[in-house]
């Protein structure tokens, strides 16, 4: 199904009658190129491999959400082209509902291209946003959010985020932002190898070290893998501290594969 004819539908629920998560955001083109060192600058080397996949925070949660059996669907926008078929293809390959996918008539998909370091297992990105509009009120209100137990935005706190607050820990980061948010809510902050930290309503700090697997191989959308695996725990009623534990846990599995398939 072309990118421009994705059907405006609503999914219904998951199997079993089961309520779906939602998860709002971000797809993208992925352009990975793999290297054995990370350029210099200004040099000419070649690639151990290279390989398109579907990337964006949402997108890529949406894929683990399916790998760990829980009925999803995606929420975002979708460019005209080629590579939008890609990635929408690629959504319904891993069982992910596209109902709520919103064709843009301009734009180009947002692209990344990733430089994957096989020596340390890091990641840099470069990403282009492709003068993409963003999904408006409009498109929510054709949303039946009877149909869905939990629904994905930005909660989830990243460590740049942190740092950008000025903030230089999980633990501090948390502290200092609980005052922001409304009483009831919770916060949570993964700082990657120190693992992750949630603060609930109740103003206690609970903590999960992380599981870095043997080898690193690629961290690329470890936080989106964390993310969607304590939401996997949360939405079936698993504890806060059980989730937390359950997301570093999923998410160091990713971090040794190359992309997302055997995470489970």
Known sequence: ????????????????????????????????????????????????SQRWQRGGNASNSCTVLALLGAPCAFMGSLAPGHAADFVLADLQRYGVDVGHAVP?????????????????????????????????????????????????????????????????????ALQGLH???????????????????AMGPSGELVHSDAFPPETLVDTLGAGDTFNAAVIFALSAGRSLQDALTFGCQIAGRKCGIQGFDGIV
């Open 1 to 48: 199904m072309a990118a421009g004819a994705a059907a405006r539908r609503e999914p219904g629920p998951g199997p079993g009658g089961e309520k779906r998560i939602l998860c709002v955001g971000l797809v993208c083109l992925d352009i990975i190129s793999v290297v054995e060192a990370y350029p210099a600058e200004d040099s000419d080397i070649r690639c151990v």
């Open 104 to 172: 843009q008539p301009a734009g180009c998909l947002p692209t990344s291209v990733v430089i994957v370091n096989a020596s340390r297992g890091t990641r840099t990105i470069l990403h282009a946003h492709g003068n993409l509009p963003d999904v408006t009120a409009h498109d929510f209100e054709l949303v039946d959010f009877s149909q869905y137990k939990w629904i994905h935005w930005e909660v989830f706190i990243s460590k740049d985020v942190a740092r950008h607050f000025g903030y230089q820990s999980a633990p501090e």
């Open 179 to 197: 005052s922001r948010i409304q009483p009831g809510a919770t916060l949570i902050c993964a700082w990657a190898e120190e693992g992750a930290d």
